[in-house]
């Protein structure tokens, strides 16, 4: 699973997007296209972060 590959540093909440393409090892436009409109996208001005509890639980539908 993805939880058994962590890098050193562990996300708890919010991560960048290049964070969030490391952690979940799929390119940015992959990434932000499977996001779209779950609510894993947050905006604070033009900073864009992943909401990694929400993203995890949206790709996790993806797993056969």
Do not use: W
């Not at 409109?37 to 539908?61: C, E």
């Amino acid at each position: 699973s993805l939880h058994d590959a962590l890098p050193i540093y562990t996300i708890e909440k919010y991560a960048t997007v290049p964070q969030a393409c490391d952690y979940y090892k799929l390119g940015r436009n992959t990434l932000m296209n499977l996001l779209d409109g779950t609510g894993a996208i947050k905006r604070f001005g033009k900073s864009v972060r992943i909401d990694i509890p929400t993203a995890s639980k949206v790709l996790d539908t993806y797993i056969d």
